[in-house]
């Protein structure tokens, strides 16, 4: 184990601060290599029947675990398909290491498998795990080419990915170790092929990924909430009036208490022809139910769901949970023309001149980013949310966020609520 370290070392020089974080550790009986994303474990009776037989092939798994964990791969396993995601995974991290010549561990199987990747490639472009899955969710892979899939690309055991303790080494540590060796990858691989495709990869595992909830706590604004306040609550003399005067207490609890929720709120959606109606449902859905949450929202709301193309078509205002339900049930997406931004923020400021939006924080913007954006900043916080990362896409203005929404998230709400 320690000959394949060096060996990864000598060969890829720009992984040594993840060799450093993933300790080795000796689990026998178990006929298996494996991690959980912190430590690497071997069987010590399988590894030296490995080395005995193909030198070349411990090396090579030690590096595919490597991968995963630079990759974050098995942060994700819980929420997604297990079978699917194993060989998506398996395939991309593949993908990378025959990319940069084995990384001195070549095998027999790696001239069948560069055909195999050549194949997908052409089907789902760059090859990294996520892109894979979501093409394994749409065209699943009958049983037939699973086995021939795991037979080219199985090397480890990912049954430890399934988090059943709270790790040290977190995806947000094991991300910081990507974004160096991201760094370090230009310098060491200059003009040398095979780079890009680990640059995909690491591209993905470095990028935000943010939660609405957080998000939501942008457009909060201050106000009274009716619940008890603590803060303002005195137990000694509520306590003290029941002792001294019986079922009298001195001071009664506020019946409100001052809390940061979202009141008012914008939704805007691109209805353009790139946009299809299914999964602008499901991200409506997705939003709306985590702003009628309690935590979140104020008991009177004030929403605004806006499509738009190149012009405003409709603007459906929301003022309880019925409100959406119906939209929901009988509202109808319109437009498929191309795509501007700008009209629903003239619009949105029209609104505010007129008093129906007073205390507007946030507004968010689903779109797939292919349209005009607006010069100017808006008085409140703006959040372009797209489906799915795209290469080909424009930069948001400096002024707003860009959130990119999991197409296969989307797509397993919408068929959980159904």
């Not at 194993?86 to 593949?94: G, K, L």
């Not at 859905?285 to 190149?310: A, G, M, P, W, Y």
């Not at 999991?406 to 397993?412: I, K, M, V």
């Amino acid at each position: 184990m320690t000959l394949a370290h060096d060996d990864i070392l000598m060969h890829l020089r720009f992984f040594d601060a993840a060799l450093a974080q993933l300790h080795v550790e000796e689990r026998g009986g178990t006929g298996c290599l494996a991690t959980d994303g912190q430590t690497l474990f071997y069987d010590p009776v399988y590894v030296l029947k490995l080395y005995r037989e193909r030198p070349q092939y411990v090396s090579r798994v030690y590096l595919h675990m490597l991968l995963h964990c630079i990759f974050s791969h098995s942060f994700q396993y819980d929420r997604l398909e297990g079978e699917l995601w194993d060989m998506a995974a398996d395939i991309a991290v593949e993908n990378v290491i025959l990319d940069m010549g084995s990384g001195g561990a070549a095998l027999e199987q790696d001239g069948e498998a560069a055909g195999k990747l050549k194949v997908l490639r052409e089907d789902i472009g760059p090859l990294t795990a996520e892109r894979i899955y979501r093409y394994f969710r749409k065209n699943p892979p009958t049983q037939g080419e699973r086995r021939e899939l795991t037979g080219l690309f199985f090397r480890d055991v990912h049954s430890l990915w399934k988090p059943a303790q709270q790790l040290e080494l977190t995806r947000e540590q094991w991300k910081k170790i990507s974004e160096r060796v991201r760094a370090e990858l230009k310098s060491f691989t200059r003009g040398k092929a095979g780079a890009e495709t680990l640059e995909k990869n690491l591209e993905e595992a470095v990028r935000e990924r943010f939660d609405y909830s957080q998000i939501l706590r942008r457009f909060a604004v201050t106000g009274e909430d009716l619940a008890v306040s603590d803060d303002e609550f005195d137990y000694i003399y509520y306590t003290y009036g029941l002792t001294r005067y019986g079922n009298l207490p001195l001071i009664e609890p506020l019946e409100y208490r001052e809390t940061k929720k979202v009141r008012e709120f914008v939704i805007a959606i691109d209805t353009s022809a790139s946009c299809r109606g299914p999964v602008v449902r499901a991200f409506l859905r997705k939003t709306f139910s985590i702003l009628k949450s309690s935590e979140n929202f104020f008991h009177k709301i004030n929403v605004h769901i806006i499509q738009c193309d190149s012009e405003v078509q409709s603007d459906t205002r929301i003022t309880c949970q019925e409100d959406f339900e119906t939209f929901l049930r009988y509202g109808k997406l319109s437009g498929f023309g191309a795509t501007d931004f700008r009209p629903v923020f003239e619009y949105v400021e029209q609104l505010q001149e007129q008093g129906e939006l007073e205390r507007l924080r946030g507004l968010i913007y689903f779109t797939d980013g292919y349209g005009i954006y607006p010069e100017r900043m808006p008085d409140y916080d703006v959040i372009f949310a797209f489906l799915d990362e795209d290469e080909n896409r424009g930069p948001v203005p400096p002024w707003s966020m860009k959130v990119i929404l999991e197409s296969d998230e989307l797509e397993d709400r919408q068929s959980d609520e159904h």
